[in-house]
């Protein structure tokens, strides 16, 4: 019995972290796919959000609108009224752009809040700073609505902003997101609550180390993006605690059910598999890649 508890405290079954929503069905960064989203079951959802010029808080991954929508240009040369307003997703079937504030009304419906689902918003490093004073002004906003401080967790990427989101979110939940691990080790290891990272940078005994070390201090490490099945089993193997992907029914099947489904010694088996599934060549591959993105880090990021 005593070894049994043993086996069932290192099981983790990681959340299912929506990437943009349901992505991989529907457009992505939309009220559609973070609906269908939460219909399929995910844990929580994770998006973007983009100042526009008039100081609406969108709902955008890339700093200008043409990848994703009928739009073209910076969001911040657009105003939202008369504008962003009007667009429509590229993808099928269009959809409106929506602002952060429609996100919230998803997120404090009573069906949501009653199964505590949260999300990640990402507030990319290339964002002007003036774009935290805007999510501030919106969550004073919907303050009666406390579920909020525990359902929203803003994604942070660099120094400045890390410093501007303390000030102003106090009582909301703060996440590291970056590309360098080493970055994420000095910087925000010890100043935030959660941890989020590419798989390339975990993949390696470095990276595996770190996740014991954030587990240790009691953080949580979440990976991105994860849309391969191998993966998904490589992260429930590491003792991920979110795993975030596209296509929100393969990673409920392969990160919670299987893995709920089964006995600590099938657990067992299941680690030690994952552990020799990986290759030279991919581990080459993995040590390329890593190398690139701590290079990006320290040339764009500036850690
Ligand atoms: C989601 O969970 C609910 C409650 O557990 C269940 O009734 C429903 O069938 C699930 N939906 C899907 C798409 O699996
Ligand atoms: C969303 C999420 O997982 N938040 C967690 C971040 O980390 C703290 C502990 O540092 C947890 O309490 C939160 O639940």
């Given at each position: 019995m005593k070894q049994l508890l043993i086996y069932i405290s290192l099981i983790i079954v990681p959340d299912v972290i929506a990437h943009r929503g349901y992505s991989g069905k529907y457009p992505e960064n939309t009220l559609i796919s973070y609906e269908e989203a939460l219909r399929a079951n995910t844990t929580a959802l994770e998006g973007d959000i983009r100042l526009s010029k008039d100081g609406e808080v969108v709902i955008m991954?890339?700093?200008?609108?043409?990848r994703t929508s009928t739009g073209n240009g910076?969001?911040?040369?657009?105003?939202?009224?008369?504008y962003i307003d009007g667009l429509f997703t590229k993808t099928e079937p269009p959809q409106p752009i929506p602002r952060l504030k429609d996100v919230f009304d998803i997120l404090i419906r009573p069906d949501v809040v009653a199964k505590n689902t949260y999300m990640i918003v990402d507030i990319k490093f290339?964002?002007?700073?003036?774009i935290l004073d805007a999510v501030q002004v919106l969550l004073e906003e919907y303050k009666?609505?406390?579920?909020l401080r525990k359902q929203l967790v803003f994604g942070i990427w660099d120094l400045r902003f890390l410093e501007r989101a303390k000030q102003l979110f106090i009582g909301y939940q703060l996440c590291f997101i970056g590309l360098s691990l080493g970055a994420a080790r000095k910087h925000f290891l010890h100043e935030l609550d959660n941890i989020s990272l590419p798989y390339a940078a975990l993949v390696d005994q470095e990276g595996q180390d770190f996740i014991k070390e954030a587990h240790s201090l009691g953080k949580r490490v979440f990976c991105w993006t994860i849309n391969n099945i191998e993966q998904m089993h490589q992260c429930v193997a590491w003792g991920l605690d979110g795993v975030i992907g596209d296509n929100v029914d393969t990673l409920i099947e392969n990160v919670r059910t299987t893995v709920n489904a089964m006995s600590p010694e099938e657990f067992e088996k299941y680690v030690e598999a994952s552990n020799n599934l990986m290759g030279k060549r991919s581990r080459l591959y993995y040590y390329i890649i890593k190398k690139s993105m701590s290079l990006i880090s320290w040339k764009f990021i500036g850690i």
């Open positions: 991954h890339d700093l200008t609108l043409q910076a969001v911040f040369d657009h105003n939202w009224v008369g290339d964002n002007q700073l003036e009666a609505h406390t579920s």
